[in-house]
């Protein structure tokens, strides 16, 4: 009987996951800066620098987990002789997202402008990178906590929701008044742990009811080994908290409060949630799949 393995990640890949897709997602956020707010500049340029920084620190762990970056470096380069496979198509989005953000933080540094089409080149470039961290996982068939075509819809919103938290989490420090009036941003940037909450929701019941495997993933994360970091640290801190605080500044304060320094400690707090649960997300979802098992 013929036998196929399939690779096997570990926690490492998490933070991989996490940095590359909080990369894409401040590409994104800068790219919204530029449509919705104009007059943030130093937010934008702050977008800008995170991008390729964390893109480009989560490519490094990638090459320790995967070790061939190590011992034989000319096995990523490999990868794009399959145009079939997601991993040649993640070089690809991966490769075309560093050079576009590094050509425009150089741009940034030099002073110039950079042209509305090649930020859009780059925002589309980091919505793929941010699909792609779900795919790269939901190729493994074996494995039904991650096959499945909601990981990469649930990769990419929380991807674009840690980029913008990273984005404003800086800039409450950096340029207070920039994040003052970046009022759509922070709107829109609410909005996204809910959806986050609702897919998280869909992910583990489709999963829960198509394989033995999947039932006993997710009962892992909400009642077995893992629950107690799914329940306080994805769920309460990384969903529920953001949620809360936001909600308040956003709906229940006046307007000088909400420019306050106390109200940017609180919008600080659930950014940091925010980015404690984007990585948790990718934490749990590695950890806790377990494979379809053949007796």
């Known amino acids: 009987m013929e036998m196929t393995f399939e690779p096997v990640w570990n926690s490492l890949i998490a933070w991989y996951l996490f940095l590359a897709g909080m990369g894409g997602g401040a590409f994104i956020t800068s790219a919204f800066l530029h449509w919705r707010h104009p007059h943030a500049v130093t937010m934008r340029k702050i977008g800008h620098v995170i991008a390729p920084v964390a893109v480009a620190i989560g490519l490094v762990l990638l090459m320790f987990d995967a070790e061939g970056g190590l011992h034989n470096p000319l096995r990523f380069a490999l990868l794009l002789h399959n145009p079939f496979s997601v991993m040649t198509w993640g070089v690809v989005f991966l490769a075309g997202f560093m050079v576009v953000s590094v050509v425009v933080l150089a741009l940034d540094v030099l002073k110039k402008g950079v042209p509305r089409w090649l930020e859009l080149v780059g925002a589309a470039f980091g919505l793929c990178v941010g699909m792609y961290t779900g795919a790269l996982l939901g190729v493994v068939k074996t494995f039904p906590l991650w096959n499945t075509a909601l990981l990469p819809v649930l990769f990419l919103v929380s991807a674009m929701s840690a980029g913008a938290a990273s984005v404003l989490l800086t800039a409450i420090f950096k340029h207070p008044e920039e994040f003052n009036r970046a009022g759509v941003l922070k709107k829109f940037h609410f909005c996204l742990p809910i959806i986050e909450f609702v897919l998280v929701a869909a992910l583990l019941f489709v999963t829960m009811y198509n394989s033995t495997a999947g039932f006993e993933s ?59 649960g984007g990585f948790l997300l990718r934490f749990l979802i590695v950890m806790a799949a377990l494979p379809i098992t053949v007796s």
Request: glycine share 6%; net charge negative; charged share 15%.
């Open 218 to 276: 997710v009962w892992s994360l909400v009642a077995g080994k893992w629950a107690p970091l799914f329940w306080v640290g994805l769920v309460a801190v990384g969903l529920v908290l953001p949620t809360v605080l936001e909600c308040r500044l956003l709906f229940f304060s006046s307007k000088e409060f909400e420019e306050s320094r106390t109200a940017h400690y609180i919008s600080a707090a659930s950014d940091a949630a925010v980015l404690v």
